[in-house]
């Protein structure tokens, strides 16, 4: 199945740090994948920018590609740094706060 969002990527394979940009004391996202089944998203967070605590119905993956982050599941928190993955379960309160600058890819699984 070929994605409508991913084929405005142009010619793979990309850098995925490189896909999106800071952007001083703001969050931005963009989009890469759109299907039935779930999403992939990059984000950049600068330093001190974050999500509130809230639920999802799916599991979500995230992969911090670029800095750092404080990622709290279910009232624990989790220091994330460039390189690691961490799950976010479905239904688990989670919220996150970009104790550095950071970029993230979310991979939503909605199966």
């Not at 639920?55 to 993956?61: E, N, S, Y």
Request: glycine share 6%; net charge positive; proline share 4%.
């Amino acid at each position: 199945m070929k994605s409508k969002t991913a084929s405005k990527l142009g010619t793979l394979p990309q850098d995925v740090v490189d896909l999106i940009d800071y952007q001083s004391d703001a969050i931005v996202s963009r989009e890469i994948v759109k299907g039935k089944t779930g999403s992939v998203t990059v984000f950049a967070f600068d330093a001190g920018q974050g999500l509130s605590e809230h639920t999802a119905p799916f599991d979500a993956l995230v992969q911090v590609l670029d800095g750092e982050s404080e990622i709290t599941i279910a009232g624990k928190a989790h220091t994330v740094k460039a390189s690691q993955l961490i799950v976010m379960p479905a239904n688990k309160p989670h919220a996150l706060k970009a104790t550095k600058r950071f970029k993230m890819l979310l991979v939503m699984i909605r199966s």
